[in-house]
C-alpha cells in the first residue's frame, strides 16, 4: 500500500483520469484506444504504477465518453450511445451542466460499486460467469434485442424496423463459422465487418449535424444555457435508486466476458425505465434514464476485472489489451495471482476504487467548463463536430474507408431522424448482431441441431422467458398509450 499511497502513484494516477476522460470525450477514440496507444509508455513503469496508469485511463474513459453524447449528441465511446437518449435532450432543455453532474455522479456510484464487488466477492462472479455457454450468451442477446420494444414504444413497427437493419449490418463480412464472406462487395476493408465505432460516429453525430445543418433555425430560441450544475434533493432521490440497481446489471454483464458497457447501458436504461413511476420522460430529459445509463456503463470497468484477474479471461476488448500489460510486467492473471502477489492484487484493487472516487471532483469541477462547448455559434459547432466526426473515424485503423463508412453511416442517420425513425434499435440490433448469430449457430453445433438446449439449461431459459415478458409489456404500454389519443380524437370529431 506504501506504493499506492505516495504522490508519485497518485501523480499518474491523476494524470492518466485526466487523459482517459479526454481520449473518451473525442468521438472515436474509445476506452481500448487509448489504453493499447499507452502501454509501450508503461514499459519503464513498476507494475503497479503502470498497471493503475493505464486502469486510470480505462475509468476515465468510461466517464469522458457521456460528454460529447451530452453536449452535442456524440457518444464518445460505443457504451456512451444510451446516454444520448436524455443527455442530449437535458442539454436542449438548458441543463447541460446538470446533466453532466448527473453522470459523473452516476458514474463514481456504479464504478464504486462494481469496484466494491470486486474486492468482495470477485471469486464468486467469476464462477458465475463460467455458467455461461453459447446458449446463454443467445439468449442474453435476444434479451438484449427485446429492449427495442422498450426504446420503441411509441413507434414500435418503426423500431423493429431499425433493430433488423442493425442486424444485416452486422451480417456485414466474413461468416464467424464459415469465414465465407458476405455482403462485402468485394471490398477488403469489409472482411472484419463494417467498423462498429465510424457506423456509430455516423448515425449519431454527424447524422445529427446533417439534421441540424437542414434545419431553419429559430430566431426566437436562444443558444442552451448550461444552468445550475448540482443537482437538487428531490432530483437525488430520482438518481440515487436508478444507479443502485443500474450498478448491479453494470457490474454482472461487465463480469460477463465479451459483453461490454454498452449493452450494460440499454438493459439497465431498459430496467429503469420499467421501474420508473414517470416513463413518459424517458427519451426527453430524464435524470433516471440518464443515471441508469451512465452508472450502468461505468460499473463495467470494476466488473470486467472480475475474470480478467481471478480466471484470466478479458471481460471487454479494454481487458483484453490489459491481459498484455499484465503479461508485459510479469503478472500472470489467474487464481494464482491471488497467492503469488496478493500485495500486488490489493494494490490494484485499492487503487481502481480510489480512481473512481477521484473522477467525482474532477468532473463535478469540469462539468461547468465542459458545458460551454454547447455556447458555440451553430456555424462554428456543426463543422467542428463534422471534423471531429472525421478524425475520430480515421483514427480507428488510420483509413480513409472508415471515413466513407463514417459518412454513408451519417446520410443514413439524418434521413432515418427526418422521418422518425428511431436511432436506437438500429444501434442496439448491430452491437447485438454478431453476438447473436455467432452464439445462435454455436449452440445449435453442440446440440446437433436441436432447439431444446435453450430450454433445458436453466439460464437461458430464464433469459429468453425475460425477454418475451419484456416484449409483452412494451407491446401493452404502446397499446394504452394509444387509446387516449384516439379516443381523444373521436371525442374532436
Excluded at 481471478?310 to 495471482?337: C, R
Aim: hydrophobic residues 50%.
Amino acid at each position: 500500500m506504501e506504493q499506492l499511497l505516495n504522490v508519485y502513484t497518485m501523480g499518474l494516477l491523476v494524470a492518466s483520469l485526466v487523459a482517459g476522460i479526454l481520449i473518451g470525450a473525442l468521438p472515436g477514440l474509445t476506452a481500448t484506444m487509448g489504453v493499447a496507444l499507452l502501454v509501450p509508455l508503461t514499459f519503464w513503469l513498476e507494475p503497479l504504477p503502470a498497471l493503475l496508469t493505464l486502469m486510470g485511463v480505462y475509468v476515465g474513459a468510461m466517464y469522458g465518453g457521456a460528454i460529447p453524447a451530452i453536449l452535442v449528441r456524440a457518444p464518445g465511446t460505443p457504451a456512451a450511445a444510451a446516454t444520448t437518449l436524455d443527455g442530449y435532450p437535458l442539454a436542449q432543455q438548458g441543463k447541460a451542466g446538470l446533466a453532466m453532474s448527473v453522470s459523473c455522479i452516476a458514474g463514481v456510484i456504479g464504478g464504486v460499486f462494481s469496484t466494491g464487488v470486486l474486492i468482495l466477492g470477485a471469486p464468486t462472479v467469476a464462477k458465475f460467469s463460467l455458467a455461461f455457454g453459447p446458449a446463454e450468451y443467445f439468449a442474453l442477446a435476444i434479451f438484449g434485442l427485446s429492449l427495442i420494444a422498450s426504446l420503441s414504444e411509441r413507434a414500435l413497427l418503426k423500431g423493429w424496423l431499425m433493430g433488423a437493419l442493425g442486424l444485416l449490418i452486422a451480417m456485414i463480412g466474413l461468416d464467424p463459422i464459415t469465414a465465407i464472406p458476405r455482403f462485402t462487395m468485394g471490398q477488403p476493408e469489409l472482411l472484419e465487418g463494417a467498423a462498429f465505432v465510424p457506423v456509430l460516429i455516423g448515425l449519431f453525430a454527424l447524422g445529427e449535424a446533417f439534421y441540424q445543418a437542414s434545419m431553419k433555425p429559430k430566431p426566437q430560441a436562444s443558444t442552451p444555457g448550461w444552468g445550475r450544475s448540482l443537482p437538487t434533493k428531490e432530483e437525488m432521490k430520482q438518481i440515487v435508486p436508478a444507479s443502485l440497481h443500474s450498478s448491479v446489471s453494470g457490474t454482472v454483464i461487465g463480469a460477463l466476458p465479451g459483453v461490454g458497457g454498452d449493452i450494460a447501458s440499454f438493459v439497465a436504461y431498459d430496467h429503469a425505465k420499467k421501474l420508473s413511476k414517470d416513463k413518459q420522460a424517458f427519451g426527453n430529459g430524464s435524470l433516471e434514464g440518464l443515471a441508469a445509463a451512465e452508472c450502468a456503463n461505468n460499473a463495467v470497468t470494476g466488473g470486467a476485472m472480475i475474470p480478467l484477474l481471478t480466471l484470466g479471461i478479458p471481460g471487454d476488448s479494454v481487458t483484453a489489451v490489459l491481459v498484455g500489460a499484465l503479461m508485459i510486467h510479469n503478472v500472470k492473471p489467474g487464481p494464482e495471482l491471488f497467492q503469488k502477489q496478493p500485495e500486488l492484487v490489493h494494490a490494484l484493487f485499492w487503487g481502481l476504487m480510489i480512481a473512481n472516487l477521484l473522477i467525482l471532483p474532477i468532473g463535478l469541477l469540469g462539468a461547468k467548463g465542459f458545458a460551454q462547448i454547447i455556447r458555440i455559434p451553430r456555424h462554428y459547432l456543426l463543422p467542428l463536430i463534422v471534423s471531429l466526426c472525421v478524425i475520430g473515424a480515421y483514427a480507428m485503423n488510420n483509413s480513409l474507408f472508415d471515413v466513407g463508412v463514417m459518412m454513408t453511416a451519417g446520410l443514413l442517420g439524418w434521413c432515418l431522424k427526418r422521418y422518425g425513425f428511431p436511432l436506437s434499435p438500429l444501434a442496439l440490433g448491430l452491437i447485438l448482431g454478431r453476438m447473436t448469430e455467432e452464439n445462435l449457430r454455436r449452440a445449435l453445433i453442440l446440440s446437433e441441431g436441436s432447439p431444446l438446449i435453450f430450454i433445458t439449461r436453466p439460464i437461458a431459459l430464464g433469459l429468453l422467458t425475460a425477454a418475451l415478458v419484456s416484449v409483452i409489456y412494451a407491446a401493452i404500454r404502446a397499446r394504452k398509450s394509444r387509446l387516449p389519443a384516439q379516443e381523444n380524437n373521436l371525442t374532436t370529431e
